[in-house]
């Protein structure tokens, strides 16, 4: 940054300027380099003028252009601040400068600027509004970080590009521009290093590795190879290769600053993106295929990334017809091995923007990287669950998974808490490098209370505190040697736990039903407390206990998804409490005939128990009954008008203790 300073103090201190004349023609020569596309070339040019005259809005604005389209956002910053500085300076200037201060997590100046540039161009209003919402969110995720380390490896980077690893065998295939160290690397006209190739490391321990050497020829061939993704036996690889066209007319999407892969004018090819598969046998792989599906004469397909079953590939494109940039969509595996035409994973996951880098988790979640759905700047990691084409709701993996830059290529190790991600997170100077993360034990305190649900009038339960429970704490399951607490007289307990670690609290007390309660605290400062609250019920015979959650729709009986999760704990309490035996009743709202309501109730009960029975508790523990609209908490009796929660309060499913 001080170079750039400098650089500018020389400019309004210079004695000597170059003739007009040859002051115009290297403006031309660097006008027509940025119009080209040609934006290294053209920056060097720029800051050749820089040195020979004084600063324009023109010199200032480009330069800062060019350092925007080579993604370097913290001179970009530098340099459309002193563009702003300018009289009648664009309002655009004022959108980019608050991007680049974004992406260098400058959130306070970055949210100040878009409100601005809200006000100025109201075309772009709700674009603006919703980055300056965007720095809010980025700020209270630094402010509260997850309980993650994230440590770039020092053994499997360079200072060349490395990133998007995958598990493979007993180690880790990735992409890097590293080059083969044999002075015959070709170097890609872009970026001035060696073509992508695919690289093997062996696993030597938990977090080390041994060689890193580049995969066979039959994969890396003379230009980029990259992003990888194995067939669960390891017998199949899908990985991205370019494809030189002929620029012979630059396309259209190509001419544009938010395309996905930018070309100059004067390049003499495009490399488009296709995926290729091959099979590894004998001892070497072989049998390279391209995916029916490539259009690299048209457009890009790319980054593939198989299920879990190897039966359907997600890969990218920006093949016309989708909802962005680019794209993610996938093609299922036919019986026949051929695959089916590809189809767009949908506007739950693709937005107007990029979606980039899909991986499928061995559990089926699927996470990917997007600069389209709310982040913290750059490309975010995000995760949805689902297949092909229906997605529950994208959840955005939050600091530190994800940070100011670009952050993709997320994998897990088999303990679902530790493993790798890719990032530029390092700054202007810095490349793609490979992160591990892990799981920190952050500490801090665990606050509780001990309650016993006591019934209304109304039937329905109130909570009062209940002091002297005996409180036996494990962590991650050592039951060797318990921790032991009591609550006090106003039921309240503390102690000192850590993040990323499960304790099992197991609460009792004479004249009540034991219980059992599983907690991981989200620790993510010295300072928090965690707050929970542990419910008991007594172990008084036939006395109804009603259970929360548990209702049901009009003339249903089928289980709502909230009731599952009140069920598992009936089932909790039975295994607890191994010597019991229960009832568990359903009751109707007034509305239908009794015999009807009867029938509907005893349907609702022998739902439930049959939910329980199948989470293996003895079925001589649990009687199902229903008793229709005979036990009404409230007024809604036929004949009297009542509303839908007062109906619902009555359709309620009860256990009772019976032995």
């Known amino acids: 940054m001080k170079i750039f300073y400098l650089l500018l103090l020389l400019c309004l201190t210079h004695c000597l300027s170059p003739s007009l004349t040859q002051a115009q023609a290297n403006q031309t020569k660097a006008d027509k380099h940025f119009n080209n596309f040609d934006y290294a070339l053209a920056l060097e040019e720029y800051q050749k003028l820089l040195e020979k005259e004084q600063p324009t809005l023109h010199l200032t604005e480009r330069i800062a252009h060019c350092y925007r389209l080579i993604n370097q956002p913290g001179a970009a910053e530098f340099w459309y601040r002193q563009a702003l500085g300018f009289p009648g300076s664009a309002p655009i200037n004022l959108f980019y400068y608050a991007n680049a201060c974004r992406q260098n997590g400058e959130y306070t100046i970055a949210k100040k600027n878009y409100l601005r540039f809200a006000e100025l161009d109201q075309s772009r209003r709700e674009e603006a509004l919703q980055l300056a919402k965007a720095c809010d969110l980025a700020m209270s995720w630094i402010d509260r970080p997850l309980g993650i380390d994230v440590i770039a490896d020092s053994t499997l980077n360079t200072t060349f590009a490395d990133f998007s690893p995958v598990f493979y065998r007993e180690g880790l295939v990735f992409s890097s521009d590293r080059g083969r160290n044999n002075g015959s690397d070709q170097k890609y006209g872009w970026t001035g290093t060696p073509y992508l190739q695919l690289y093997y490391a062996e696993r030597k321990g938990p977090a080390s590795w041994g060689d890193i050497k580049p995969m066979e020829k039959a994969i890396n061939t003379q230009f980029h190879n990259a992003i990888a993704t194995f067939s669960p036996d390891f017998n199949e690889v899908f990985f991205t290769r370019t494809k030189r066209v002929k620029n012979r007319v630059l396309p259209e999407e190509l001419r544009t600053e938010s395309n996905w892969q930018r070309y100059s004018k004067s390049d003499e090819f495009i490399n488009r993106l296709e995926i290729y598969s091959a099979t590894f046998s004998k001892g070497k792989w072989q049998d390279v295929k391209a995916f029916p599906f490539n259009q690299g004469e048209n457009y890009s397909v790319g980054h593939p990334a198989l299920s879990p079953d190897g039966q359907v590939l997600y890969f990218v494109s920006d093949m016309p017809g989708g909802h962005g940039q680019t794209d993610i969509y996938f093609s299922e595996r036919q019986k026949d091995g051929s695959w089916s035409t590809p189809v767009n994973a949908g506007p739950t996951i693709n937005t107007s923007g990029k979606e980039v880098f899909p991986v499928v988790h061995p559990d089926g979640t699927l996470y990917f990287s ?98 002297g429970v005996k409180l036996e704490v494990t962590v991650n399951g050592n039951t060797s040697s318990p921790m032991e607490f ?20 197991r609460g009792s007390k004479k004249g009540y039903l034991t219980r059992t309660f599983h907690v991981m605290p989200d620790c993510r400062k010295v300072t928090d407390t965690v707050q929970i609250e542990m419910v008991l019920d007594r172990d008084t015979p036939n006395r109804p206990i009603v259970l929360e959650n548990i209702y049901y729709d009009l003339d249903k009986h089928n289980l709502r998804p909230e009731a599952i999760a009140e069920l598992d704990k009936v089932v909790g309490m039975l295994r607890d409490n191994p010597t019991i035996r ?22 609702r009960a022998n739902t439930a128990v049959k939910y329980i029975i199948s989470q293996g508790i003895d079925p001589k523990r649990v009687v199902d009954k229903g008793y229709g609209e005979t036990k009404l908490l409230n007024r809604c009796k036929d004949g009297v008008s009542c509303s839908e929660e007062e109906h619902q309060l009555n359709r309620r499913t009860e256990f009772k203790i019976i032995k």
């Open 486 to 505: 009591e609550s006090d007289e106003n039921g309240r307990f503390l102690f000192a736990v850590n993040a990323n670690q499960t304790y099992t609290i």
């Open 370 to 467: 997007s600069d389209g759905h709310i982040g913290m700047g750059g490309l975010d990691l995000f995760s949805a669950e689902g297949s092909r084409a229906t997605w529950g709701p994208v959840e955005n993996l939050y600091y530190p998974f994800n940070s100011p830059r670009d952050d993709f290529g997320l994998i897990y190790e088999k303990d679902g808490k530790s493993g790798y991600l890719s990032s530029n997170r390092e700054g202007d100077a810095g490349s793609d490098n490979i992160y591990r993360f892990k799981p920190t034990e952050i500490p801090c305190k665990l606050a509780g209370v001990t309650y016993a649900r006591v019934p209304n009038r109304n039937g329905r339960a109130r909570q009062v505190p209940v002091g």
């Open 582 to 603: 229960i009832e568990l009743s359903s009751h109707t709202d007034s509305r239908e005939s009794n015999k009807y309501n009867l029938m509907l109730s005893q349907l």
